[in-house]
């Protein structure tokens, strides 16, 4: 047996299966594997029948085909299969050579594989992946991390395969360390779960705030791609909106309103609780996904709980001619949905800031070394999130690599500055008429608080001490000195703990 495989991949579901062929269509030979033996034969006989793709159908037959340093691509179920895999390979795999793991897998699940690979005399790559199935198709962003020494060794293949933006570069590049590339993609996904929630609510607001038609939102939707919203999600959003099915009704209408999750949006929330990071927009869209998933409660409780509905064309006198009121309410639909383009604008600032935020924070506790231009360049193009306002975070960190927010960037400053006003509309006109906006809103506590210079959190802080005597800072003396007051004059000097900001 002639051992001339570049790389060796186990896991032939659609992501499998597409990277497989993404990399033959670069040059490079793939030996296959997959548990249920069987699909590796159908991908040999139907979408892999004309490629240099060798099928095997055993762990032992995979690595006997492959040129060293051998390179062995996991695309299985994250979590014990992953596991469970690495144990079976690890024996028969020689010093130097890798193990990648292309799954979701949980960045500090792949901070302890890392550490087990390596100390088997191995190499360890954990990559986040990004774009589905067209994406692994025809060029995904890739965003590895792990052992450094693989990375000359996985580089070519990765670039190769990875989108490219326009002047040719790949969106694919090294990372950091151990669990540093699948924190990374953790926290693109947490990012997509807000893109897509504040999506999500101006849809809502279009549809039962202004009235608008499914083709006159698609219309909407298609301008605002045209200007600083222009991204994925927003164009497959117009063509979602205009899509009709068999009896010419909009077919988005008829999927049941209860979202799915996977998981790596609740992961990002609870790293960010971890880290204490306020990435407050992906986890209201984390709740949001809840609270839609409790449908029947839902459905129980609209006929039974007060509120206000209705739409901002609300308050025309009952007596206005007809022609006069087509004429305020075109007017109003022309202004609102200016302004709720202006709040979906401010409010993706915001949770790319808080995400960007989280990352610092991961690399202060992790001893990653990662830069963030860099990593918004990895998403301009092939992943769920990429659009054009990634090209203006990669310009804020090359002009400052130091840079604590994306909202202190000057660019990002003046963008808030014209944007804010209209996110306040929103909010308020959205409270006004009922309708439920958890991503817009949870955006302008954050910027409200962002820039106040004073919080009330001196009376939690006062609250603690008298209940539990947990000390705090004071104004008047250097951050790090705790004190406590004798609240009640029944209590002593003795303190719970040492206070934690």
Same mark, same amino acid.
């Given at each position: ?26 040059? /490079? ?27 095997? =159908? ?11 340093? =051998? ?5 299985? $179920? ?8 690495? &144990? ?24 302890? =594989?890392?550490?087990? !690979? ?65 924190? !990374? ?46 991204? /994925?999600?927003? &164009? ?25 999750q996977k998981g790596t949006g ?58 006069? =009121? ?18 979906? /604008? ?39 999130i990429r659009a054009a306002f ?30 804010? $006003? ?25 910027? &409200?608080? /962002? ?51």
């Open positions: 047996m002639t051992a001339n495989a570049d790389l060796g991949l186990i896991g032939l579901a659609v992501m499998g299966q597409n990277l497989v062929l993404n990399m033959d269509d670069h040059g /490079y030979t793939v030996a296959v594997f997959n548990r249920t033996t069987s699909r590796v034969d159908d991908f040999l006989a139907g979408a892999a029948r004309h490629t240099r793709v060798i099928g095997t =159908r055993s762990l032992e037959d995979l690595v006997a085909n492959l040129a060293g340093p =051998r390179r062995v691509m996991l695309m299985v $179920k994250a979590g014990s299969a992953v596991d469970a895999m690495i &144990d079976q390979l690890v024996p028969m795999l020689d010093p130097g050579d890798i193990i990648i793991d292309g799954g979701n897998s949980q960045f500090a699940d792949t901070i302890r =594989r890392t550490a087990r !690979v390596e100390e088997a005399g191995l190499l360890y790559v954990g990559t986040g992946i990004s774009g589905g199935e067209e994406g692994a198709r025809n060029g995904p962003s890739i965003m590895p991390g792990g052992s450094p020494a693989a990375w000359p060794h996985v580089q070519g293949i990765f670039q190769a395969i990875a989108a490219k933006v326009a002047d040719g570069t790949p969106c694919c590049d090294w990372v950091g360390p151990d669990g540093a590339g699948h924190f !990374v993609k953790m926290v693109h996904n947490g990012i997509e779960y807000g893109d897509m929630q504040v999506i999500a609510e101006a849809y809502h607001f279009l549809k039962d705030g202004l009235g608008l038609s499914h083709q006159e939102m698609s219309e909407v939707f298609r301008r605002w791609g045209e200007g600083v919203l222009d991204s /994925y999600l927003i &164009d497959i959003t117009a063509d979602i909106l205009a899509f009709r099915d068999e009896t010419g009704s909009p077919q988005v209408e008829s999927i049941l309103d209860a979202a799915g609740k992961w990002t929330a609870v790293a960010a609780l971890d880290l204490g990071m306020p990435t407050t927009l992906v986890a209201e869209a984390v709740f949001a996904r809840i609270v839609s998933a409790l449908k029947d409660e839902r459905i129980a409780a609209s006929g039974m709980l007060p509120g206000p509905r209705g739409d901002v064309l609300d308050g025309l006198a009952p007596d206005t001619p007809p022609e006069t =009121r087509r004429e305020i309410a075109a007017h109003k639909r022309e202004i609102w949905t200016g302004k709720l383009e202006q709040a979906a /604008y401010a409010a993706k600032i915001i949770s790319y800031a808080q995400g960007f935020m989280l990352l610092r924070a991961a690399a202060g506790e992790y001893g990653w070394d990662l830069e963030y231009g860099r990593i918004a360049s990895l998403w301009r193009e092939g992943c769920i990634l090209d203006d975070i990669t310009a804020a960190f090359a002009n400052d690599p130091a840079l604590t927010n994306l909202t202190l960037d000057p660019f990002f400053r003046r963008a808030l500055a014209e944007s804010e $006003k209209d996110l306040r509309a929103v909010v308020r006109q959205a409270v006004r008429i009922g309708l439920p906006v958890p991503a817009y809103s949870t955006a302008l506590a954050f910027y &409200d608080s /962002y820039r106040s210079g004073r919080l009330p959190a001196n009376l939690i802080q006062a609250q603690r001490d008298y209940f539990g005597a947990h000390t705090y800072e004071r104004i008047d003396r250097p951050r790090g000195e705790v004190f406590h007051t004798n609240w009640t004059g029944r209590g002593g000097d003795t303190t719970a703990g040492t206070y934690e900001a």
